[in-house]
Nanobody, 120 residues
Framework: QVHLAESGGGSVQTGGSLRLSCSASGNKIDDYCMGWFRQAPGKGREGVAVIDRGGTPTYKDSVKGRFTISRDNANNTVHLQMTSLKPEDSAMYYC??????????????WGQGTQVTVSS
């Protein structure tokens, strides 16, 4: 079993940047697809970016060119670099293990989330 802890959220203005980190403990993340998902108040959880075991990413259309997911297997960590942030990016961001697609299945292994707020 792998346990996930997100960090790096915060409040920024439109156009700003943030780097989210997901630190894993327990099992190594080498054997897992990893992903970032988000949920805004009153909305369902949605996939933002996932990265497979080989390092190939998949992104939600609205974040392509602005967000970059990366994995550091040696440090058991996954990052989400977010640039050119928009108010619509505001949400609780969650890290998930075993997430090979952008659909937020409940049987993924989820972290507790980190809040991102983008003001206009």
């Amino acid at each position: 079993q792998v346990h996930l802890a997100e960090s790096g959220g915060g409040s920024v203005q439109t156009g700003g940047s943030l780097r989210l980190s997901c630190s894993a403990s327990g099992n190594k993340i080498d054997d897992y697809c990893m992903g970032w998902f988000r949920q805004a108040p009153g909305k369902g959880r949605e996939g933002v970016a996932v990265i497979d075991r080989g390092g190939t990413p998949t992104y939600k259309d609205s974040v392509k060119g602005r967000f970059t997911i990366s994995r550091d297997n040696a440090n058991n960590t996954v990052h989400l670099q977010m640039t050119s942030l928009k108010p619509e990016d505001s949400a609780m961001y969650y890290c998930a293990a075993d997430s090979c697609v952008l659909i937020p299945y409940t049987d993924y292994l989820w972290g507790q989330g980190t809040q991102v707020t983008v003001s206009s």
